[in-house]
């Protein structure tokens, strides 16, 4: 399965590569209801990134938005700070007196948590973009391109999908509904398969894989099964048109919720070799606005897409 992600989050990728339009109103949303409290949506960097500049009314609506938020946690980061340099003083103290496992535990915890919470405001107030401020995990949000009207639209949406009419605990109940089996298809997806397709732009995947099976080994040989997380990246450096499933989720007095899966399938022997069992399906350019553009009555259609894929070879790495 794959786990997470380094993604294309910036919409005009979508809008230089395939000519797509954003939907303002839907990141609008988004970040309306996270800056309001209404949603605890984890949104990466390089999405709030890509309004830095924004160009119209409504895109400088949403830098507003962004910057409250951002306000607002930068403060909650600075009181967490002051209470842990406070914790940290009192457990010094304590130990310039007496060394006790309460207080050099403490010393540790307030050490560990304040090198977070600088982490966090650094990573607030910087400019510089990083690889991970692209990266995606189950819950995530990620801009996703579908068909609306007949265009190319990019829609923000969560990496976990909660199929419209199920109860919100669902995703609780259905933990892995961020990738989407294709031998399932015709099964637990069968509400959105053949009928709301999406496509995702992937540079890289990650995936947890068993340390034993990676290298080759019996599982005998190792004190403990150990994990691992590898990197994939396709050996012609080229994007991956990652083939998705997504659902708007509506209930009352409840925020609308757009969410997805990635397809994923058997993997290409380079993927097993190195451990895993599932691989995301990535799919021809040639080949998006049919999958856009499903007809459930059709279904072998889409099939012969996702077996029509691009089979790049995967080069792995333990990830850093």
């Known amino acids: ?15 230089r590569t395939f000519g797509a339009v954003m939907d303002i109103d839907e990141f609008a949303r988004l970040f309306f209801e996270r800056a309001e409290g209404v949603s605890k949506a984890k949104i990466p960097k390089a999405i709030e990134d890509s309004f830095a500049e924004p160009q119209t009314d409504a895109e400088r609506e949403i830098k507003a938005l962004i910057d409250r938020f951002n306000a607002g946690q930068v403060t909650k980061l600075e009181q967490d700070l002051f209470k842990q340099r406070k914790r940290l003083a009192d457990a010094e103290r304590s130990l310039q007196t007496k060394v006790t496992k309460a207080a050099t535990e403490s010393q540790r915890i307030a050490n560990d948590k304040i090198l977070w919470t600088r982490g966090k405001l650094d990573d607030i107030q910087r400019t510089e973009p990083q690889p ?41 109940k259905y933990p892995g509904t961020y990738n989407a089996r294709r031998d399932s298809l015709k099964g637990f997806w069968k509400p959105l398969f053949g009928y709301t397709h ?123």
Not at 1 to 15: G, L, N
Not at 136 to 154: K, L, T
Not at 281 to 306: C, F, G, V
Request: a negative charge.
């Open 1 to 15: 399965m794959c786990y997470s992600a380094q993604i294309q989050a910036d919409y005009r990728k979508f809008v």
């Open 132 to 172: 991970r401020d692209s990266r995606i995990f189950p819950g995530h949000y990620a801009s996703v391109m579908v068909i609306e009207g007949g265009r190319r639209v990019v829609k923000p949406m969560r990496y976990q999908c909660r199929i419209a009419g199920t109860p919100a605990f669902f995703d609780a």
């Open 198 to 320: 999406g496509v995702m732009l992937v540079d890289v995947f990650y995936e947890n894989v068993s340390k034993a099976r990676m290298e080759g080994t019996l599982l005998e040989t190792h004190e403990r099964d150990e994990n691992v997380v590898l990197e994939f990246r396709p050996s012609n450096g080229e994007l991956m048109h990652v083939a998705c499933l997504w659902s708007r989720w509506s209930a009352p007095g409840e925020p609308d919720l757009l969410s997805f899966a990635a397809i994923t399938d058997e993997p290409p022997p380079e993927v097993a070799a190195a451990g895993h069992d599932r691989c995301i399906i990535p799919i021809k350019p040639e080949n998006i606005d049919a999958w856009l553009n499903p007809d459930a009555s059709d279904l072998a259609t889409m099939y012969a897409i996702l077996d029509d894929r691009d089979r790049p070879y995967y080069e792995h790495r333990l990830a850093a």
